[in-house]
Nanobody, 118 residues
């Protein structure tokens, strides 16, 4: 059973940086398209960024473009989200997700809390 485990969240001040990690178990990570989503209290889940299985294609939500960078290391079965110039509105639970069968994101981590104080 493949599992995704996020880490790297925390409490920071506006303008600070954080790097989230999502480690995957199993042997097929390098074939998965991966993404990060976030959900703030009382809000719907929001797409943040995605990266293709080969790492050569990325996409970002407008709200994070230019501040966040998604990357992956297939040798380490890990996807990252570098978050710079954090804002209070970035406060949310961040979850990574895997598209294991090219039919949508069907595998999710538990999430890591990011809190940005003003």
């Amino acid at each position: 059973q493949v599992q995704l485990v996020e880490s790297g969240g925390g409490l920071v001040q506006a303008g600070d940086s954080l790097r989230l990690s999502c480690a995957a178990s199993g042997r097929s990570f390098s074939t998965y398209n991966m993404a990060w989503f976030r959900q703030a209290p009382a809000k719907e889940r929001e797409f943040v960024a995605r990266i293709a299985w080969h790492g050569g294609s990325t996409d970002y939500a407008e709200s994070v473009k230019g501040r966040f960078t998604i990357s992956r290391d297939n040798a380490k079965n890990t996807v990252y989200l570098q978050m710079n110039s954090l804002k209070p509105e970035d406060t949310a639970v961040y979850r990574c997700a895997a598209d294991t069968s090219r039919r949508g994101y069907d595998l999710w981590g538990q999430g890591t809390q990011v809190t940005v104080s003003s």
